[in-house]
């Protein structure tokens, strides 16, 4: 985990990105929006997804957000898209493969009453980027999959299992004669 507490407040007009000792994290600067509201474009590197012990996913590449932040009544009101390189396990053939995850309707609302001087985004960015990551994720629609028996890539070919006829249990009746 992100040590978000111990972040330095270093930003950089326009994005939202927070430079600290244990990486990196994502903070709206409420106290400086305009009555119409800033808008926010940038990416961050895919550390920020933490997610070194999922078995599913072996890393993130940039995470890209363009966001929108308003005040409204007392509230933080922060709408835009989010995308992010991903590299996942096929569900079928269990090779990593790299996909994009897209989010088009990121939206949240976060108390802001006067005096909020920032908000936090990084752990909603986090959670609706993997939120939006496909369930059974496949490398392709052609994907073959793995050899129940042996547990070969069968994308790389026919394992020994197909040359070998597999037995037949009823095979030894046709031996009989009746
Ligand atoms: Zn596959
Ligand atoms: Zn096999």
Do not use: W
């Not at 430079?19 to 929006?33: E, F, P, Y």
């Not at 599913?56 to 709408?79: C, M, N, P, T, W």
């Not at 985004?121 to 073959?144: M, N, Q, W, Y």
């Not at 069968?154 to 009746?178: E, Q, R, T």
């Amino acid at each position: 985990m992100l040590q978000l507490e111990t972040c330095n407040l270093n930003p950089v007009r326009g994005r939202i990105t927070v430079l600290t000792n244990t990486g990196v994290c994502m903070k709206i600067l409420v106290a400086r929006i305009p009555e119409e509201g800033s808008a926010y474009t940038g990416s961050d590197p895919g550390t920020i997804m933490d997610v070194e012990n999922d078995p599913l996913i072996s890393s993130f590449g940039d995470v890209y957000y363009e966001l929108y932040a308003q005040k409204v009544s007392g509230e933080l009101i922060v709408r835009g898209t989010l995308s992010a390189g991903v590299e996942m396990r096929c569900a079928r053939c269990s090779e990593f493969f790299s996909t994009t995850v897209a989010v088009s309707d990121f939206l949240r609302a976060y108390p802001a009453p006067e005096g909020t001087d920032q908000v936090d985004v990084t752990e909603d960015l986090r959670e609706e980027i993997l939120l939006h990551l496909p369930g059974f994720a496949v490398c392709g629609e052609s994907c073959k999959g793995q050899c129940a028996q042996c547990g070969a890539n069968l994308n790389d070919g026919p394992c020994d299992c197909a040359k070998n006829d597999s037995p037949n249990p009823f095979s030894a009746l046709d031996g009989l004669s009746l």
